[in-house]
């Protein structure tokens, strides 16, 4: 399926190529062809024997460019936070190495020594094609030696979600260990916004008097405004927090944030933890209740396929029922 969508997207490329460039393309194939050589053979011995570019560039000084411009492009800041998150981790191994010196071996062993699932090696590898590409666009290299490195294959993995036991066990831990994580683990848990979304909401944003969540546009992955009701278990994990104005989550790092995360979750028995826990486990919760897949995706922003498609049937009824029962009193007990 892949391998039929790839040639069907180079064959249509090759249509949108400017007439001068194919004529070009064609010329030189012709004169290729008595060596019974390639366009792309004579291209990687151009590479291979041409001098560097004039300009050197150090990986970590190209990342400060790199993050400067997806700023000034308008990425999401959720974006730019992935960025920065997987280059720190990137220019650890490579940061103070000339960006013209990297060879794709170089990448390669640098991912295959990593203990990395196949998803996190694959976000470094898009991320090394993306800055290279970059690189490659500033004039301080000529190719992108992660460009024909082979991403690793995803298998799909299906939804995760906390039970009840583990949803009370998680609450009741942040309680007794970090009390100041509350107001993100219980949106997450009963509002289903996901982990960037909460980790830009405003205090400001949240009504408690008519029990709404404004999620505004420049913080959604869809980038479009809506608003998630405050369920009246959410209701009461909330008052004891609220404030007129100021970030909800105790954290500016998103490392540092899930860091913490980890400790409650793990001091509250859950390993492992599902991917995407606490927005699945809303999405699960919040359709085994209102049994409307358009309802469900309005208050996830996401389409009614996808809401349909992952969480049917995964909770049953009285699941569900103790599940948006869980307030400070019933967790407490």
């Known amino acids: 399926m892949q391998a039929r969508e790839a040639r069907h997207k180079l064959g249509h490329e090759a249509f949108v190529l400017p007439l001068n460039l194919r004529a070009e393309a064609l010329a030189c194939h012709r004169k290729l062809k008595p060596f019974n050589a390639t366009l792309t053979q004579a291209v990687e011995f151009f590479i291979g024997n041409a001098d560097s570019p004039a300009v050197s560039k150090l990986v970590r000084e190209l990342k400060d460019e790199f993050i400067k411009s997806r700023k000034s492009m308008n990425c999401r800041p959720r974006t730019v936070i992935q960025y920065e998150s997987y280059l720190r981790v990137i220019c650890e191994e490579f ?7 990297i060879l794709r071996q170089d990448i390669e062993d640098w991912l295959e020594e990593g203990d990395w699932s196949p998803r996190t090696r694959k976000n470094y590898l898009v991320t090394c094609t993306t800055i290279f590409n970059f690189a490659v666009a500033k004039g301080f290299r000529l190719d992108n030696p992660a460009g024909a490195i082979e991403r690793p ?26 009390f100041k994580m509350l107001p993100a683990v219980s949106i997450g848990l009963f509002a289903g916004l996901r982990r960037s979304e ?13 029990r709404t969540i404004e999620v505004k ?5 869809t980038r479009q405004r809506r608003f998630v009701r405050v369920s009246e278990n959410l209701l009461d994990w909330l008052r004891p927090h609220a404030h007129k104005k100021g970030l909800v989550t105790p954290e500016r790092n998103i490392d540092v944030f899930s860091a913490r995360l980890r400790t409650l979750s793990q001091s509250a028995g859950i390993n492992p933890w599902p991917h995407n826990a606490m927005r699945h486990s809303f999405g699960s919760y919040f359709f085994a209740k209102m049994r409307d897949e358009n309802l469900t995706a309005s208050e996830m922003g996401n389409s009614p396929g996808v809401i349909f498609r992952h969480y049917r049937a995964l909770v049953k009824d009285t699941d569900a029922a103790e599940y948006w029962s869980l307030n400070q009193k019933t967790v407490r007990r």
């Not at 583990?166 to 009741?172: C, D």
């Open 95 to 101: 940061g103070e190495v000339d960006v013209s010196k």
């Open 217 to 221: 546009g420049i913080n959604a992955k």
């Open 198 to 210: 909460f980790f830009a909401l405003d205090w400001s944003e949240i009504d408690l008097e008519h």
């Open 153 to 178: 294959i995803l298998d799909d993995r299906p939804i995760g979600i906390l039970t009840t036991e583990q949803t009370k066990s998680l609450l009741r831990v942040a309680m007794l260990m970090d």
